[in-house]
């Protein structure tokens, strides 16, 4: 049995695919993807960049194989993700001469796109990220393009139009750092007045790209319940845990003091120390025993990738580092150390 058993009948099991992956769907990554998960998202390939790089340019091909490998595998499908400031190339928000776009093409704009992503997968993919990263860690509106030209209109917009599209679609707004209690709050103020004012808007993303210790248990956990109690539907959208030191205190950590400069290039190169896996597993196993604790509204939990060698935390914020945050060793092989801690929750 895989991961997905385990939580079988509490939530979907998920995980990202790179656009190699959905290109070769080679055996060695079929065998885990199929006993092992139960919901698939595009890590990239269907962001704006990668669908519609220039105005008249679209490239639908690895998205159209991504939707079709889900549906051979009869996966749930989620779309990640239709407005968003990053990934979006700069002719979505400016003319050729380098001036900006009104009030009228932005948003006309992002209808379209909306529009033409939706139609073609409709009824096939499950669950949007119809907004991603819109707020700051302090819960005000990030002031991105979309916001300096449309306001937090933008965020509504967005949702009317994809809900006019495919009204059985699960509408989620995504974003980091969601346990943060500004944050939070500064959210959860805002899709409230959306749905009170007649928006549907049916979940809250919460990407959980954590680290050992960061943030607590006890955080996250408040932050699950501030959600719970105004009745939004919670997925956990990018799941990984980052065992690197953090030079950039990423993520709302405190910058690692305990390492020195050079030393935060590429700590474990020749493999994760014992201590570590142990602190990893024990990471995971109390994680996940806080998701089965809220499973009656948790729908999915999507790992951000399956492999620790296609894990973005191994080029992000410095390139070049060996990162060990997720489910798969370098050969497709299932880590027994994180699986055996989650059997018994
Ligand atoms: C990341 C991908 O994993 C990388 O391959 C890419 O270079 C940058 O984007 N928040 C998100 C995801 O919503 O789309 C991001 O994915 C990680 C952070």
Known sequence: SGIKDLFAGDFYIGTALSG???????????????????????????????IHPEPDRFNFDRA????????????????????????TPDWVFQHKDGTGRSREELSFLMKSHIQMVMRRYKGR?????????????????????????????????????????????????NDYNVWKPKKTDGILSFVSRMREEGVEIHGIGMQCHLGLEYPTIGQLEEAIQKIVDRGFNISITELDIDVLPNPSGRQGADIDANFPYEAQYDPYQNGLPNELKEMLANRYR???KLFLKYKDHIDRVTFWGVRDQDSWLNNWPIPGRTAYPLFFDQ??????YLFDKLLHL
């Open 20 to 50: 190699r992956d959905v290109q070769n769907q080679s055996q060695e990554l079929m065998v885990p993807l199929r006993s092992n998960f139960n919901s698939l998202s595009p890590e990239n390939l269907l962001k704006w960049q990668s």
């Open 64 to 87: 159209d194989r991504y939707v079709e490998m889900g549906e051979g595998m009869d996966s749930h499908l989620v779309g990640h993700t239709l407005v968003w400031h990053k990934q």
């Open 331 to 336: 050969d497709y092989r299932l880590k027994k």
């Open 286 to 288: 109390d994680i996940f």
């Open 125 to 173: 993919i499950d669950i949007w990220d119809v907004v991603n990263e819109a707020f700051t860690d302090d819960g005000q509106f990030r002031r991105s393009t979309w916001f300096n030209v449309l306001g937090e209109d933008f965020i509504k917009l967005a949702f009317e139009a994809a809900h006019k599209i495919d009204p059985q679609a699960e509408l989620y707004y």
